[in-house]
């Protein structure tokens, strides 16, 4: 059974720092593309960023280049999120999905079949 479980969020201060993780099991990373999404309280689901083994570099959405970064950890099936110099924008729910790519696609084309429970971040002082 596929399936991917958050974890990492929390509270903290605008201009900290959260790692997020998102375990697979049921499916191996090397077959699946992998993305983070958030959502802000009255706001519309945004992707942040995704990945696949078959592509050269991850994607990032324009608010969150130069401040997230992604990452694979292939033992350990797990795929982070690091954030860095946080901003408030940035509170809301996270939520890491999955679905197995398809060559010729990048990460962002996807419709995501897998979906966490999501993890709550939040930005304040």
């Known amino acids: 059974q596929v399936q991917v479980v958050e974890s990492g969020g929390g509270l903290v201060q605008p201009g900290g720092s959260l790692r997020l993780s998102c375990a697979a099991t049921?499916?191996?990373?090397?077959?699946?593309?992998i993305a983070w999404y958030r959502q802000a309280p009255g706001r519309e689901r945004e992707r942040v960023s995704c990945?696949?083994?078959?592509?050269?570099?991850?994607y990032y959405a324009d608010s969150v280049k130069g401040r997230f970064a992604i990452s694979r950890d292939m033992a350990q099936r797990t795929v982070y999120l690091q954030m860095d110099n946080l901003k408030p924008e940035d509170t809301g729910v996270y939520y890491c999905?999955?679905?197995?790519?398809?060559?010729?696609?990048?990460?962002?084309?996807?419709?995501?079949?897998?979906w966490g429970q999501g993890t709550q971040v939040d930005v304040a002082a």
């Open positions: 999905a999955a679905t197995p790519w398809i060559r010729g696609y990048l990460c962002h084309d996807y419709d995501y079949t897998y």
């Open positions: 990945t696949s083994s078959i592509e050269n570099s991850p």
């Open positions: 049921g499916f191996s990373l090397d077959y699946y593309a």
